[in-house]
């Protein structure tokens, strides 16, 4: 989570940016960035790491340190695999696609 933070901070981009384009709650944001021994859910992870126009490599590091990865045996996360292989970090684009084929959105 830490790193997540520290990705977020370089961004350049305010809080209430990244928890929008993520889709989160402010508060739930809030949690995350204060409480060093949170550990976000899988989606939320994967929502701020597109919210943060994370890469393949850089998300695959973060969801990582939090305990989680992107498999090829999961629709979903090949679904995510494929949005960020192809720069698409609309949270909007990615849940539709998400939908499209029966699984959980994001944010």
Not at 44 to 53: K, N, Q, V
Not at 92 to 106: K, M, S
């Amino acid at each position: 989570c830490t790193k997540l933070l520290e990705r977020a901070d370089k961004s350049g981009l305010l809080d209430s940016d990244i928890y929008k384009k993520a889709g989160i709650d402010r508060r739930h944001f809030s949690k995350i960035r204060c409480d060093k021994y949170h550990q976000p859910k899988k989606a939320t992870a994967i929502a701020l790491c597109i919210a943060l126009e994370l890469d393949m490599d850089q998300t695959k590091e973060l969801l990582g340190l939090a305990g989680y990865s992107l498999t090829n045996s999961d629709t979903g996360d090949l679904i995510i695999k494929f949005c960020i292989e192809r720069k698409i970090y609309d949270l909007i684009e990615v849940n539709e696609a998400l939908d499209y084929f029966g699984q959980n959105i994001l944010g």
